[in-house]
């Protein structure tokens, strides 16, 4: 893991529908989940929390300041404007030092030597990745950034990497199901053939297109924001 990602916040009072007000003034309404305790109504100035969930996203343990109280959460939801995609309300959970927590980590592929693609990509191939993150637990202190596997691996026409190719480090456990497939090796004119043949079905069975009467508005906000 990465140096620690740090997050100062402030307890919010605003609740409801009422949280526009201090989105207005540059803040974002989030919620702390505390062990079957009460949970803690937070607001987080928005340049800073938007820097935060870049660097840690969904994997990365924060630590988070409360009226000087310390704690360490995870981010687990991020809710977004879906037309602005602004972030608009984002729920944090909070994890103890010494539990082992489960979190879903980005997985990416490694080359030998100067190689940028995988022996199949050199040949013409088409290596399709149906994955780009996997689950794993650990102690927050040691979950890692991202899992890699060899993509030197993906050479022929069939050739899969799952979940058990993937390099994990001292002291994470695999969550995901070890079959779980990552990436396949596809002949390209066999792959276009496939996506032909769904887009035609799926156009065959597609319902005609109805008016879409909802009125144009701000997402529905939850109560208990």
């Known amino acids: 893991m990465s140096d620690a990602i740090t997050l100062t916040v402030e307890p919010r009072a605003t609740l409801g529908k009422k949280v526009k007000t201090i989105r207005r003034e540059g803040l974002v309404p989030a919620v702390v989940y505390n062990f079957g305790k009460e ?10 929390l938007a820097r935060v969930i870049k660097v840690a996203g969904r994997h990365h343990p924060v630590e988070l300041t409360i009226d000087s109280k310390k704690s360490i959460v995870m ?36 080359f030998d030597g100067d190689n940028e693609q995988t022996p199949a990509e050199r040949a013409g191939l088409i290596v399709l990745a149906q994955a780009d993150e996997i689950v794993v637990k650990a102690f927050p202190r040691n ?42 090796v596809f002949e390209p004119s066999a792959l276009a053939a496939a996506n032909e043949e769904a887009a035609g079905a799926e156009e065959s069975t597609a319902p005609e297109a109805a008016e879409d009467t909802a009125a144009e508005g701000e997402p529905v906000e939850a109560s208990n924001q």
């Open 143 to 184: 979950l890692p950034d991202e899992v890699t596997y060899s993509g030197e691996k993906l050479v022929a026409v069939g050739d899969q990497v799952t979940a058990t190719d993937v390099t994990l480090p001292k002291d994470v456990e695999l969550v995901t199901e070890p079959e779980h497939v990552i990436a396949t």
């Open 39 to 48: 949970s803690s109504h937070i607001q987080a100035d928005y340049q800073t």
């Open 75 to 110: 981010i687990r939801k991020i809710d977004r404007d879906p037309r602005t995609a602004q972030i608009t309300h984002v729920v944090l959970e909070s994890v103890k030092a010494n539990e082992v927590v489960e979190t879903a980590v980005p997985v990416r592929a490694v």
